[in-house]
């Protein structure tokens, strides 16, 4: 992708970029008050451009190692490192400026607000750090998310698929080192899930964009290129080229023995 095109930007791995993986996990460990270990030295690399799924039974640690590599919470040991920077090195103000600048966030519930328009929801980020939007990218980014000529409807008046396409593009805005999904289709049909999906792994295949996604649906992961399975706070299997199917029975497999 040439440089100087909308969709090349800093952070993606395309050229310009900088070097070395998008998120970083050394040792990584959280213990909870009352002494619950939810996560056990866990060690992960995920590479620019690479779009990563991370699996596990109810309780395997996989929301607090997303929360721990987004800089949403503190790791009781262990370094992490997004885009080359440790965020426990920064005060809280310099991680929430991290976040807001090089993290984008996409959830079950899509979080938009209902009184502003699509457009607003999607620079919402931009105006919140003071910055005017792009126009040229947020052009292109509404193309390709599929929402053009809808910018100036409220939430209400989309469908759910139409929602978490806006809640994509507004994690895309600020043009982040890697976007955080926590089971962005946990609330859609089988068919819009799919799309968005589909939408997931194109920003990775056509954008460059690092994406990790934690979900416990064997069929959503199969379109990452790979998964990690967690069970009691550890990485305990690395699937390349997840299969369903397989994924399916490995996490059967630990939730009955």
């Known amino acids: 992708m040439a440089a100087g095109s909308p969709w ?3 952070g993606t791995g395309q050229e310009g970029a900088p070097a070395g993986p998008a998120v970083e996990l050394a040792g990584v460990g959280k213990t909870y008050p009352g002494g619950v270990r939810a996560l056990d030295g866990v060690s992960l690399t995920v590479e620019r451009g690479s779009f990563l799924a991370v699996m596990g039974p109810s309780g395997s640690g996989k929301s607090t190692l997303m929360h721990c590599a987004a800089g949403l919470d503190t790791p009781t040991d262990g370094r992490v490192f997004v885009g080359g920077t440790e965020t426990g090195a920064l005060d809280e103000t310099r991680r929430a400026e991290l976040r807001r600048e090089r993290i984008g966030f996409v959830f079950q519930a899509y979080n938009l607000v ?8 999607i620079t919402l980020p931009l105006r919140l750090a003071g910055r005017a939007p792009d126009r040229e990218w947020l052009h292109a980014l509404v193309e390709r998310v599929g929402l053009a000529g809808r910018l100036d409807r409220r939430p209400a008046e989309l469908s759910g698929g139409q929602q978490q ?7 895309l805005v600020a ?9 962005p289709t946990g609330a859609l049909d089988l068919r819009t899930a799919r799309e968005v999906l589909h939408l997931l792994r194109d920003l990775a295949d056509g954008l460059g964009q ?7 649906d064997p069929a959503a992961a199969a379109h990452a290129d790979a998964a990690v399975v967690m069970a ?3 990485i305990v299997d690395t699937v390349p080229a997840p299969d369903a199917g397989d994924l399916a029975r490995r996490i059967t497999a630990l939730e009955v023995g």
């Open 210 to 216: 690092t994406v990790m996604m934690v979900t416990h």
């Open 232 to 234: 009691d706070g550890r």
């Open 175 to 183: 043009r982040p080192a890697v976007v955080f999904a926590d089971e």
């Open 8 to 10: 090349a930007y800093p």
């Open 114 to 121: 209902p009184s502003l328009t699509i457009e607003d929801n």
């Open 165 to 171: 396409r806006a809640a994509i593009a507004r994690a």
